[in-house]
């Protein structure tokens, strides 16, 4: 069983940044995989970016360049550099893990990007 528990969303103004974090706890599983996607009202769930076991990473093309993927892997912990935040980034995200075990989705923190 993994636990994954996300934190750091809020209120921002345009232009300005927020980290994200998601920490996976339990015990007995190994991470391939960690991501963060996003949720915005009336739009399908989309990958924001994403890191692999071997630090592999990739973005969507809308965050490339102001957004950063890392992980601490001691802490079991993926995280979200958020830099020049547009409104258009407002959305509820979400952290996904791919362990051993199966594939886990945290419950989501709202980041909101408004004057």
């Known amino acids: 069983q993994v636990q994954l528990v996300e934190s750091g969303g809020g209120l921002v103004q345009p232009g300005g940044s927020l980290k994200l974090s998601c920490a996976a706890s339990g015990s007995g599983f190994s991470i391939n995989y960690m991501g963060w996607y996003r949720q915005a009202p009336g739009k399908e769930r989309e990958l924001v970016a994403q890191i692999t076991s071997r630090n592999s990473t990739n973005y969507a093309a809308s965050v490339k360049g102001r957004f950063t993927i890392s992980r601490d892997n001691a802490k079991n912990t993926v995280y979200l550099q958020m830099n020049s935040l547009k409104p258009e980034d407002t959305a509820v995200y979400y952290c996904?893990?791919?362990?051993?075990?199966?594939?886990?989705w945290g419950k989501g923190t709202l980041v909101t990007v408004s004057s």
């Open positions: 996904a893990v791919r362990t051993n075990w199966g594939n886990y």
